[in-house]
Structures are given as C-alpha cells and as structure tokens.
T-cell receptor, first 114, second 114 residues
C-alpha cells in the first residue's frame, strides 16, 4: 500500500526566501504526482502535475521535481510571499488496472512572515 | 463557469441521523471521488466512481454509501453506522481520457454531528 511522507510538517520563513518542500512515497509504480495547495477551511487547488516520465514541471515561482526510482518529489518555491502561506499536499497517482487513485501525505503547513 | 460544486458548505446533524452531501461537476469528467479529511491528517478515500451506475469502495467506506445515476452527480450519504462522522468532506473529479488525469477538487462540506 502506498505511503506518503511530507517533511517538514510545518515551516515558517521570512518573506523573500526560497524554500523546498519534500515528499517521499513508498511505491514507485506511479502514473503521475500532483502538488496541491489548501487554504484553511477550503478545498484543494492543484498547483502542478508532473508525469512519471518527466523530471521537472514549472509554473511561475513554483518548480516541482520528481525522482520516481527513489520515490521522491520536491516543490521549490522561489521568492516566497505572505500569500503563499497555506498547507501544501503532495499526492502520487497510482495506476492499477483501470483505477486512478491518489494517496495523500499529511502536508507541510507553510507560514511566510512579512 | 466550469467546476465542482459541493453543498452545503456547513452541515449540522444529530447523532443517529443519515445525511446526504451533494457533489456536482460540469467538467464532463468520467471519474468522481469522495475524500474525508480530519485535522492534521491527509485525505483518505471513501468511494470513487469511474462510470455511471458503477462505484468502488475506497480505504474507509464503512458507514458511507454513494450513487452515480448521472455523470455530473455523485452524492455521498453518511449513515448512522459511521462511528466518527464529524469531518471535512471533499469531492473531486478527473478525466480518464488524455494524458493528464489531473484531479480537481470542490470547496468541501464541513459536517458536524453532535
């Protein structure tokens, strides 16, 4: 069964810093991996989807990398802003037959201080 | 305006009552999912459906039931058999054609049972 770990559980940084969020998963037989953002009391917003054949995916100040063989993904946030404060979740998608299931980590709660 | 809607946003029920949470999508997605989120934890899969009139149990299906009579709709019933129903419930949808298989989430329903 897929298990997903996100480190650190919480992170507090001053505005302007570059930061890295880590995600590890136990089963490398994945179809893709999604990074999400969740604001308190809200649903999930998809940030990046990285296919299993890709190494990196970029959107604005965000860059996600994937090393499928070692079961790791990182989310890099450049020049952090207070508006980036949220919980970040990673979720690898396992393809087993016709099923398409995401498994979620517990998230990293990010606070960017002005 | 395309997307996923969940209603209501907040729901209060007495113990012993069944309650149905609504999820509708106009993205023409094949698959729909229900997740449960508890404080400080990742999302856990309750049920999913890849086609109309068919659905499968996820990791924590006990005490829940679903139906998929229309492609756009996937309601979740929380029955009195669910021992700990108070939680944040999230619905998602996903296209199974094309390469991405990105999941999109609704805004969630917070259920409180007393």
């Amino acid at each position: 069964k897929q298990e997903v770990t996100q480190i650190p559980a919480a992170l507090s940084v001053p505005e302007g810093e570059n930061l890295v969020l880590n995600c590890s998963f136990t089963d490398s037989a994945i179809y893709n991996l999604q990074w999400f953002r969740q604001d308190p009391g809200k649903g999930l917003t998809s940030l990046l989807l990285i296919q299993s054949s890709q190494r990196e995916q970029t959107s604005g100040r965000l860059n996600a990398s994937l090393d499928k063989s070692s079961g790791r993904s990182t989310l890099y946030i450049a020049a952090s802003q207070p508006g980036d404060s949220a919980t970040y979740l990673c979720a690898p998608l396992k393809s087993s037959g016709s099923a398409r299931q995401l498994t979620f980590g517990s998230g990293t709660q990010l606070t960017v201080l002005p | 305006d395309g997307g996923i809607t969940q209603s209501p946003k907040y729901l209060f029920r007495k113990e012993g009552q069944n309650v149905t949470l609504s999820c509708e999508q106009n993205l023409n997605h094949d698959a729909m999912y229900w997740y449960r989120q508890d404080p400080g934890q990742g999302l856990r899969l309750i049920y999913y459906s890849q086609i109309v009139n068919d659905f499968q149990k996820g990791d924590i299906a006990e005490g829940y039931s679903v139906s998929r009579e229309k492609k756009e709709s996937f309601p979740l019933t929380v029955t009195s058999a669910q021992k700990n129903p108070t939680a944040f419930y999230l619905c998602a949808s996903q296209s199974l054609t094309g390469g991405g298989h990105e999941q999109y989430f609704g805004p969630g329903t917070r259920l409180t049972v007393t």
